[in-house]
Each structure stands twice: as C-alpha cells, then as structure tokens.
C-alpha cells in the first residue's frame, strides 16, 4: 500500500505570516512531486511540482523535496486569508503515471 | 494545460439506478483518469482510462461497477451503476496534459448524491 501522509490540521496562521505545510511518502520510487490546492466545494488546483532534491520556489511558494528521508514540504511565505484552502500532497506511482493523494492539509489564514 | 469541462455538475439519484459522467477536454491528451472524493477525505484513483482499449482499474474498483469509456483522445465517460447511498461522492476526471506526463489537472467534478 503506498502511503502519503499529511497532517489533517487545521493549521492557523496570521496573515503575513509563513505557512509550513509537510508530507511524507513510503514509496521510495517515486519521482515526481505535486502540491494542488482546493478550495472547498471545487476541484484541486496544481500549485507546485517538485521533481528534483531541493528547493523549488515560485512567487509565494516553495516546495521542499529530501528522497533520502521521503519528505516534502511547501511553504507559503507572506500568507493571505485566500490562501486558505485544503493542501494536498500528491506523489506519483512507481508503476505508471497515476497520483497516490494524502488526505490533505487544511490552512487557515486568520487576518 | 487542457481545459477539461464534466457533465453533469451535480446530480440526484435513486438507489439501484445509474449514471454516466462525461469528461471532455479541449485538446488531445494522452492519459485521463477517474477519481473519487468522498465527503472529507482525499482523492481516490479509480481508474485510468485507455484510448482504445480497456480501462485500467485500481484495487477495490471493478468495471462492472465503474464502466469506463475513451473513444478517442479527448473523451472520457464514467458510469457509477446499480447505485447505493455509499456511492454518494464527487467524481473527478483529470489528463496528465502539463509540462511532464506525471503532471495533471482536474475538471471541475460532478458531485453526485445518492439517496
């Protein structure tokens, strides 16, 4: 069973404030990396993929990869009330093309 | 990445009935796929679905359950059949059309309640 796992939350931060979301993995096969946001009552929404050991930033956003020890984090620096959403992890299957999802972070930006 | 648009948005349905969901998207694609999010809980990948040929199904999901179609590159349909209130969920469909094959983004769900 491949196994992604988040903390469910609800992790409260002020706004301006940097946002650290986590999650790990148990396939260590797995290559690719993926952060979707979702919004209650619609779809997930990618923010962020992250392929490499590292860091990956882009605007507001950094994802964190480290394969040795199967951990991804994102952060969100400068948070905003609409950043508050469910943060889900996605990682991809060693077999094929689909997304094992854990069961997502949910972030509230307080003002 | 492809806009991907499903109908219907959202239905009501009687138990022991089914429905069809239909995915469309606005450019070729190589992979769609279908998952499930049932209330409060993440997604679930129920099958891939193969252009041409049989969908491919992950444990827990049977075809004669969640039949799938792909006639070609840009369409997809699922049925939920002989349905019963467990059934009540939000079905997704999603292509892998970004930048990598791994990549994928969602439709906009059909939010199904059975009762």
């Known amino acids: 069973q491949k196994e992604v796992e988040q903390n469910s939350g609800p992790l409260s931060v002020p706004e301006g404030a940097i946002a650290s979301l986590n999650c790990t993995y148990s396939?260590?096969?797995?290559?690719?990396f993926f952060w979707y946001r979702q919004y209650s009552g619609k779809s997930p929404e990618l923010i962020m993929s992250?392929?490499?050991?590292g860091d990956k930033e882009d605007g507001r956003f950094t994802a964190q990869l480290n394969k040795a020890s199967q951990y991804v984090s994102l952060l969100i620096r400068d948070s905003q009330p609409s950043d508050s959403a469910t943060y889900l992890c996605?990682?991809?299957?060693?077999?094929?093309?689909?997304?094992?999802f854990g069961k997502g972070t949910s972030l509230l930006v307080t003002p | 990445s492809a806009v991907i648009s499903q109908k219907p948005s959202r239905d009501i349905c009687q138990r022991g009935t089914s429905l069809t969901i239909q995915c469309q998207v606005d450019?070729?694609?190589?992979?769609m796929f279908w998952y499930r999010q049932q209330p409060g809980q993440s997604l679930t990948l129920i099958a891939t679905?193969?252009?041409?040929?049989?969908?491919?199904?992950e444990s827990g999901f049977v075809i004669d359950k969640f039949p799938i179609s792909r006639p070609n590159l840009t369409f997809s349909t699922l049925t939920v059949s002989n349905m019963s209130p467990e059934d009540s969920s939000i079905y997704l469909c999603?292509?892998?059309?970004?930048?990598?094959?791994?990549?994928?983004?969602f439709g906009p769900g059909t939010r199904l309640l059975v009762l």
């Open positions: 996605a990682v991809s299957s060693n077999s094929g093309y689909a997304l094992n």
């Open positions: 396939d260590r096969g797995s290559q690719s």
């Open positions: 992250i392929y490499s050991n």
């Open positions: 450019s070729q694609v190589t992979m």
């Open positions: 679905a193969n252009q041409g040929s049989e969908a491919t199904y």
């Open positions: 999603s292509d892998n059309s970004g930048l990598s094959s791994e990549t994928q983004y």
